[in-house]
């Protein structure tokens, strides 16, 4: 490589680092992002020896009405990670929730779409 190709490139991998450095010496951080951390430690012995087992937080029971109709509890989901999505009682919520209802309708399988 020239000299003059060495040069551009150290200094283009350099300004980066730069900033890094510059940010992180004078930025400020203004947004508190939210942490998930364990609940609490318990510490139990077990064979004579001391473990650590983490305790995350717990959702409390609860009991939703699902789009068909039927109440879902918590035992029912309580092995396993579900994801759920809200609806408001607007009329954007509702749109959404019939073009995803169309998304099943158009795929076979549409339980308890009734629009």
Same mark, same amino acid.
């Given at each position: 490589?020239?000299?003059?190709?060495?040069?551009?490139?150290?200094?283009?991998?350099?300004?980066?680092?730069?900033?890094?450095?510059?940010?992180?010496?004078?930025?400020?951080?203004?947004?508190?992002?939210?942490?998930?951390?364990?609940?609490?430690?318990?510490?139990?012995?077990?064979?004579?020896?001391?473990?650590?087992?983490?305790?995350?937080?717990?959702?409390?029971?609860?009991?939703?009405?699902?789009?068909?109709?039927?109440?879902?509890?918590?035992?029912?989901?309580?092995?396993?990670?579900?994801?759920?999505?809200?609806?408001?009682?607007?009329?954007?919520?509702?749109?959404?929730?019939?073009?995803? /209802?169309? /998304?099943?309708?158009?795929?076979?399988?549409?339980?308890? /779409?009734?629009?």
């Amino acid at each position: 490589m020239r000299p003059r190709q060495t040069l551009l490139l150290g200094l283009l991998l350099l300004l980066p680092v730069l900033a890094f450095l510059f940010l992180f010496r004078f930025g400020t951080n203004r947004y508190a992002l939210p942490t998930y951390l364990p609940d609490r430690v318990d510490s139990t012995q077990v064979g004579g020896e001391w473990r650590r087992d983490t305790v995350f937080h717990q959702i409390e029971p609860f009991q939703l009405p699902a789009s068909t109709g039927r109440d879902v509890s918590s035992k029912e989901l309580s092995q396993g990670l579900y994801i759920a999505q809200f609806y408001a009682d607007d009329a954007a919520s509702a749109r959404v929730a019939r073009q995803r /209802c169309g /998304c099943r309708r158009s795929s076979g399988a549409s339980p308890g /779409c009734a629009w």
